[in-house]
Each structure stands twice: as C-alpha cells, then as structure tokens.
C-alpha cells in the first residue's frame, strides 16, 4: 500500500491546480533565482511588516507539500504583487496577470483549506511508527471532515475568503460570459484553446471548481481504501485492543483467509477473556503490548495473525528515504567511492537519529587502540 494512497490525485480535475497555477514554478525561479527580485521581494516583506520567509517550490507529487506552497503565497501575497509590479519586466506582468484573476485566488483558498485537512493523514501514513488500525480511523474522519464541506455554507466561507483577497488588492471580477472563439472545423483538438467561461457568482465557483475537486477526492480515498486492502485493514483493525472489533472472528476473516491461516474458533474465545481479564488490570493500548502478551504455545495461530498484523508492509517510505540518501552521497565528487565505504556511508545517514546518540571521542579512542601504530594517536595521560 502505498504512501501516498490519500493524495496521489493525478487525475485530470485536480490538473486544475497545476494548470491554474503553472506560474508558480516560474514565480518561484523569479523570486529565488534572481538577487534583485529576492532582494526587491525580502524589502518589501520588511516595509509591510510580515515576517520574512521564503516562497515554497511546488512540488508535482507531493500532494502534502503543496499546502505549504500555497500558504507561503498566501502569507505574502502582498509583497509578491508589489514586487511583481514593481518589477516592470515581460515575466513579472505574465505573473501578475496569472495572479490577478479571482479563480487563481478562489483555488489559493480552496486548495489551503482542503490540504490542510489532509495533511496531517499524510504526514501520519509516511511515519515510521505507523499503526493501520488508527490508520483507517484517521483516514475515516478526514472523510467526515470532507464530507461536511459539501454546503453551501462552507463554500460561501471560502468565496468570501477570496473576494476579501481580491477587494483589498482590486481584483475584479469580470462581468458576463468570456468571448468564445471559433470552432476549428475540421481539426481533432487534444487540449482546449484557452475559451473557458467566465465565473462570476459564488454558485458557479462551487459548481465548476470546488464541488468536483471536493468529490474527486473523496473518491480517491473511497478507492484507494477499497477492495482486499481495506478488507486487510480491517482485519489489522481486529487486532488493535481499542478496537470495537477487537478479536472479532468476523472482522479477522479476511487477513486469515488472505495469508492462509486456520484459526481455532476456541483459541478465538480463550484469547477474549485471556484479553479481558488483562485489560481489568492494566492499560493495554496497542498491537505491539497485545502482541507480547500471548504465549505462542497457548495461541499459535493468534500469534502468527498478530505477528502479521505489525509486520505487513504498510509503505514503501523507508526504502524511498534509502533512496533519497544515496542520492545526495553519492555524488559525483564521489564517484571513484566503493561500494562498502558507500554501504557504511549510507548506514550513518540513515539511521542519523542513533548516530547521533554515538560519543565521537569513544569512536575516536576506539579506533586508536585497534592496532599498534608508528605514531602514538593517544594523547598522554
């Protein structure tokens, strides 16, 4: 299962985002690559009194850090237009004319609101210590939370939100339908020729923009939370003591069936009071605690139904940080490297957080006493 699985949303509605805002990567370039325009934008940051920060790369398939590239443009949407204004170049007034529309505002908003939301189920299903059963709790009250956006309450919040944006920095917007162009009869057309209508109400921001978004997403988590992975996370459910369904025949039926193990019905109801009696007199919270807690002679199958429960590969984010390390050692200033210093490299890199814990003048005192030496790499005593 993957990463990812709430929030690779490649699909063609949320291109919206990417579409609308294509100019933020050569926004970002504008900014960061040229001294004169960070320097101009980092002034301008100061005169207005925000607190200084960077503008944020957009990423293409990293769904969670795209709210932090919209919340850094919002938080300096100001000094952005007034350096781009400022700036009286071809490339600064393309930007300004992207930015200057209330649909490329409207979605700043929408898209802040709806990734935050999911944000911290992705930040959560990328973590080392990931436990499926709070999982698939998680991911089933980022659903409720969506859900319930579905108003026209919420959606007049968010146009609210946005002409607030637009009035203050006089945004207008425009007034009837867009002029259409001409049909180009007798050409096969793979992509549209920039003629799409004007919004003009909050209705028609809800109808075009955010009740599809809002509703693509929801269909990508029902998905990809559906079929034998959610029949597997149920059944990893059934083994997590603060489970309604703990120990639940039912419920673990499918992880028994999927891994072929035969499960006793009377091994089933001796582990429930074995269970019941332990939690009377202490706090057991998790699948790691229950797991230690039963005797592999007394439940054999159990255990092996609980050791899979821990073990099943969730994610695929730690041999993706393996990767990300080796990427950034292996350089080419270290190409005539060997592969075991690139081994031993990679390991010190990965595994930082215990190294970190490591005395240096151990390592060093260690290694000075390994073998006799022509020079002394001791210091007296």
Known sequence: MSSTLSFAIHARLFQLLLTSLDFWKMSTHFFNTSLVNHTKFKELQKDLGLFASELVQLSNTRWACQVNSIKALLNNISAVLATLEATNTPIAKGILSKLSKPKTVYMLIMFSQLLGITEGLHRYLQGERLDMGKAVEYKMSVVDTLSKLRTEAATEEIFEKAMDICGSYNIQIPQGARHKQKRLEGFVLESSCGATPNLTSSAEFRYEIFFPCLDRMLQELADRFSGAGQKIMEGIQACNPSSSTFLSEGALKPIVAHYHVMIKPEELVVAKNFMKRKMEKEDICDITTAFHLLDEDMFPTLKVIFRIALTIPVSSCSCERSFSALR??????????????????????????????????????????????????????
Not at 347 to 364: A, H, M, W
């Open 328 to 381: 950034h050692l292996h350089m080419w200033l270290r190409r005539t490297m060997g592969q075991e210093r690139l081994n031993d490299l990679a390991i010190l890199s990965i595994e930082k957080e215990y190294l970190d814990n490591v005395d240096p003048e151990n390592v060093i005192d260690r290694f000075a006493k390994l073998k006799p030496r022509r020079y002394n790499l001791m210091l007296p005593q």
